[in-house]
Structure formats: structure tokens, C-alpha cells
């Protein structure tokens, strides 16, 4: 109560009530998991809201009517907790007191859903069956919501009042600026990596892409106008090639994007194949599409060479030449049974019924997934004691785990050292330097990647400025390859 009143002191119009995942006192009293008195604030539903409504009562006491009050619960709580009725009831209970019910996971986690979520918005049908029970006070939808399209359907077609949405205002400061002037296209698609939300970044508030999150209120500042046109050579077409031709472009600049292959999308092509990946495909597609939208000259089926871009007189050039594959030293690694990983990818028709993934790290064991749901056994081998440890642990392992155990042909083998590859089998040596065998029909290789800076350093004196951006410079992620885009082109 007394928070909220000094909410009201510095202009604010209401107050937020967090009761769900059984963690906030509020929760813990709505929780029958947690909640074991035997008072009147223990035993029946009615009993266990009795502290909620006191909460909520007070504040508008202090605060007056025209207060709101949203308050979110969830709608569902693990085997032993309170049901779907339940919940249809406490929104039953809450109404008159409580102005919105925003509707979340049983725990933290799932209300964050990832790329490995089977469903965008999985929390929709719970919300859905509240609203149709008949309440009549206003439901807030939650977890996955951002295409605009989506949004507007779960609202005409009565399955929430309200939409509430994190990740897409991170992703798109300018969100509501976009739906207004009707250029849903241009919202960029969050990627669910849920780096956002990890602690002990060594920079704060990261979004992978939105390299300018954070820095909104100083950002003019750090960024001077150009001070005349150039003419800019960009080699490389993957997301921090395309991402830095945006921003040489807006800044009024003369941008020629040079492309090896026949498409734009560099590694994130990889994504059209695993169901999984839908929303790197999806941020690929995007970026392809605002570049269409711009004077960039887009050269297809272009190896660029120092040769060719000394003959154009460029101002700059930034090299966006991207990594290669890090093939580790390993006994029958080049035999025919063996494919690196990046090649799995429209490709595995060709790879025999038992498949032995070398590498367990975030990469390797989506590879895997990828293969398993295509048909394949596979088992991963990672000498780290526990798979995919590279990736992010907070609102993301948990999820990305389940995804993996309910691959039924996908398996897995922690510190295992492989030493051998054979043409029908893979040998490792495990913990305790014992040597084991499995059948390989065919072996992927996913040893991470390693930047082709050789490849970009030939580039290096041609035009006055000369600069390498994204896995070229170093190989590491999306959040890396348009960090070093924007910073990079909007010097120029």
C-alpha cells in the first residue's frame, strides 16, 4: 500500500501486483503447495485469496477508486496446486477490487517461451478458457506475444482484453509507433534467446537484436551525423553484412552489398530447415525485406576480391566474410562418413540411420535435434560434463532440456573425449579413460566455429577505412554480429 501510494505521489496511475509461480508473499498465500495454515488465511480458495483482497482493498483505500490495480496470477500451478477452475474463480473473486488479471506460467521459466516451445503463445488456451468462463473482470494474455496480426486476433476474437508483451518492447522500442503508422512488417522479430534476461552480462540489458537497448537516452549523442556522402562496399551478406548496409543506407550513404551465394541470410539460412528455428528465420526474412525497402545495390553470386572493390574507388569497406567450421584434429576425421555440421542441413537424406554428433554444445546438440525429428538415432558426445553449456541458463536451459528429452531418437553421452572415428563406428574414452565404441553410420562434426580473418584481412587497404564486423572478426552470435554492424556503420 505504501509503495504504491508513493507510485501515485511521483504521477503513476496504477500498481502492478505480482501473485503468481507460488514466490511473492501474495502468491504463496494463494498457493496450496505453500500455503499450509489452518486460519482463515489457509484451507478453501476463498480463504487462501482472503490476503490478496486485503492487499488490494488498502491500496485503493490509500490510493482511491480511479486507481488500478492489475495483478497477475497463474493459471495453472503444478500437480497439487490450484487448478484452471480455481483460477477461474480467484478471477471471479478479484472482480471489484482488481481492475486487469494478467494471466502467467505455473512457473518463471515457461512464461518466457523459447524457440524450442512448440507454440507461440502457449499460454493462450488457459487465458482463453478464463475469459469464456464468463468473467467479467479484464484478462491479460501473456508469454510470446509480438506479431502484431496475432495480437489483434486474440483481441477481435474475444480470447483476452488485453495483450501484455516484455520482449517485444526490447526487441522494438518502437512498437506501438509501428502498429500506429501500419508497418507491422517492419517489427523486428525477437529472437527468444532470452539473453535479455540473464544476469552477470558483461554488458546490461543486451538484446540480440537491438543493439541500441539501453543507450535510447543517449544514443543521439554518442552517433554524429555523417559528414558527406561515401561510398561504401559491404562483402558479405549474413545478418551483420545486411545489418550494417541498413544503417550505412539510412545514413544517407552509397552501399554496395556483395554476396557470394545466390540468397542473403549467410548462416541464418540454416535456419529455414529445423522447426525450431523459426524465429531466426524469421529475423533473417526481415532483414532481407528492410533491404529490399532501401537503394542498397544487392550483387548475388558475387565473390567480391581486393581486386575487384580497388577498381570502384570505395571510401569503405567492411568485411562481414563470417567463420568457417573448426575441424578438430581427430584420428578417420576425414572420411567419408563425416559432415560438418553447417552441411546437415538440407542434406540429411544422405546420412545413414545411426548418426554420432562430435560436439555438445548449443550448436551440436541442435544439430542433433534436428536430425532426430528428421528420423535419424542420434547420440551427441560432448567431453563437458553436462550438454549444451555454452547456453544461457536463465529462462532458457530448463526449456531447451525438455525440447531435447523429448527427442525419442536423440541421446547423449557427457565428458566423453573422442578419439577415433571409424567407418562405421566413433570411439570415445569417458571419464574414467575407459574406451567405448558406438555405431556411426555417419558423424557430424560440430566443433564451433572459427572467424575466416585471414580471408578479411586481404580486404584491408582497399578504400580509406577498412573494417571487420561480425564472425569475421570474431565468431560468436547474433548479438555480436549486429553490435558490431551498428557500431561500426553508424561511424561513417
Not at 126 to 155: R, Y
Not at 160 to 167: N, P
Not at 278 to 289: A, T
Amino acid at each position: 500500500m505504501q509503495k504504491a501510494a508513493i507510485a501515485q505521489s511521483v504521477v503513476f496511475d496504477m500498481a502492478y501486483i505480482h501473485m503468481a509461480y507460488r514466490a511473492p508473499i501474495v502468491a504463496r498465500f494463494l498457493s496450496p503447495l505453500i500455503n499450509k495454515r489452518t486460519d482463515k488465511f489457509g484451507g478453501s480458495l476463498e480463504n487462501r485469496a482472503r490476503f490478496a483482497l486485503m492487499v488490494a482493498d488498502r491500496i485503493k483505500e490509500r490510493c482511491g477508486q480511479d486507481f488500478l490495480i492489475e495483478a497477475c496470477i497463474s493459471g495453472v500451478e503444478p500437480p497439487g496446486g490450484y487448478t484452471l477452475e480455481d483460477a477461474i474463480q480467484l478471477a471471479r473473486m478479484f472482480t471489484g477490487h482488481i481492475d486487469m488479471l494478467q494471466i502467467r506460467a505455473a512457473d518463471m521459466d515457461p512464461q518466457h517461451p523459447t524457440h524450442f516451445n512448440p507454440e507461440r503463445t502457449p499460454l493462450l488456451s488457459i487465458t482463453e478458457a478464463i475469459k469464456k468462463s464468463g468473467v467479467s473482470i479484464p484478462i491479460v494474455a501473456s508469454a510470446g506475444f509480438l506479431n502484431p496480426d496475432d495480437c489483434e486476433d486474440v483481441i477481435a476474437s474475444g480470447k483476452a482484453d488485453f495483450i501484455g508483451m516484455a520482449r517485444g518492447w526490447l526487441s522494438n522500442p518502437d512498437y506501438g509507433r509501428l502498429l500506429y503508422e501500419g508497418r507491422g512488417e517492419d517489427v523486428v522479430p525477437c529472437l527468444r534467446c532470452n539473453l535479455c534476461l540473464q544476469p552477470n552480462e558483461p554488458l546490461h540489458d543486451v538484446c540480440s537484436v537491438n543493439p541500441t537497448l539501453g543507450l535510447e537516452y543517449k544514443i543521439d549523442r554518442m552517433i554524429q551525423p555523417p559528414t558527406d556522402t561515401k561510398n561504401v562496399a559491404i562483402v558479405g551478406g549474413g545478418p551483420a553484412g545486411m545489418e550494417a548496409a541498413l544503417i550505412a543506407a539510412r545514413r544517407g550513404h552509397r552501399v554496395t552489398l556483395y554476396e557470394k551465394t545466390n540468397a542473403l541470410g549467410g548462416l541464418l539460412k540454416l535456419a529455414d530447415y529445423p522447426s525450431f528455428k523459426w524465429p531466426q528465420k524469421e529475423f533473417k526474412d526481415y532483414l532481407i525485406r528492410q533491404i529490399a525497402k532501401t537503394n542498397v545495390k544487392v550483387c548475388l553470386n558475387t565473390e567480391a576480391t581486393p581486386e575487384m572493390l580497388q577498381k570502384e574507388e570505395y571510401d569503405a569497406v567492411l568485411v562481414a566474410v563470417g567463420s568457417e567450421p573448426n575441424v578438430p584434429q581427430i584420428p578417420g576425421i576425414e572420411g567419408k562418413n563425416v559432415v560438418l555440421a553447417p552441411d546437415v542441413y538440407g542434406n540429411e537424406a544422405a546420412l545413414g540411420d545411426n548418426v554420432v554428433v562430435v560436439g555438445g554444445a548449443q550448436t551440436g546438440v541442435e544439430t542433433g535435434m534436428y536430425l532426430a525429428e528428421k528420423g535419424h538415432h542420434v547420440t551427441v558426445l560432448t567431453r563437458q560434463k553436462k550438454l549444451a553449456a555454452d547456453a544461457p541458463s536463465h529462462h532458457y536451459y530448463v526449456m531447451f532440456k525438455e525440447a531435447w528429452e523429448k527427442e525419442k531418437n536423440f541421446k547423449f553421452i557427457v565428458q566423453a573425449r573422442t578419439i577415433a572415428i571409424g567407418v562405421d563406428k566413433v570411439t570415445y574414452v569417458d571419464a574414467d579413460g575407459i574406451k567405448h565404441d558406438i555405431e556411426a553410420d555417419s558423424v557430424v562434426i560440430a566443433g564451433g566455429m572459427k572467424a575466416k580473418n585471414d580471408l578479411a584481412f586481404t580486404f584491408s587497404g582497399i578504400g580509406a577505412r577498412f573494417y571487420m564486423i561480425g564472425d569475421c572478426e570474431k565468431a560468436r552470435n547474433i548479438l555480436h554480429a549486429m553490435m558490431t554492424a551498428f557500431s561500426t556503420a553508424s561511424t561513417l
